[in-house]
């Protein structure tokens, strides 16, 4: 079993940053490859960037490839979202996941933190 906490969201201006941590519990979050998601209002969850067991492997949704940078400490189970050039249109609930293949889709993953909330103001 594998609990997932994010932190880190809140409110900014276009153009600002925020970084995003995602606190894992149990002693197997080295084999997981974790993702990023986020839900907007009326919107289906939307993969963002996924990274692999040993941060090797990284890749990002293109509306996010450029300004968003994934990454991962293993020794302290956190997975973090470094979100630059911010735009309002990155407003959403962002939800972190654990799952057992690299991938993009939401099905394919087996542990899901509760969101937190990113609000971009124009």
């Known amino acids: 079993q594998v609990q997932l906490v994010e932190s880190g969201g809140g409110l900014v201006q276009a153009g600002g940053s925020l970084r995003l941590s995602c606190a894992a519990s149990?002693?197997?979050?080295?084999?997981?490859?974790m993702g990023w998601f986020r839900q907007a209002p009326g919107n289906e969850r939307e993969f963002v960037a996924v990274?692999?067991?040993?941060?090797?492997?990284?890749y990002y949704a293109d509306s996010v490839k450029g300004r968003f940078t994934i990454s991962r400490d293993n020794a302290k189970n956190t997975v973090y979202l470094q979100m630059n050039s911010l735009k309002p249109e990155d407003t959403a609930v962002y939800y972190c996941?654990?799952?057992?293949?690299?991938?993009?889709?939401?099905?394919?993953?087996?542990?899901w933190g509760q969101g937190t909330q990113v609000t971009v103001s124009s």
């Open positions: 996941a654990g799952g057992r293949i690299v991938n993009r889709l939401s099905r394919n993953y087996d542990y």
């Open positions: 149990g002693r197997t979050f080295s084999s997981y490859a």
């Open positions: 990274i692999g067991w040993t941060g090797g492997s990284t």
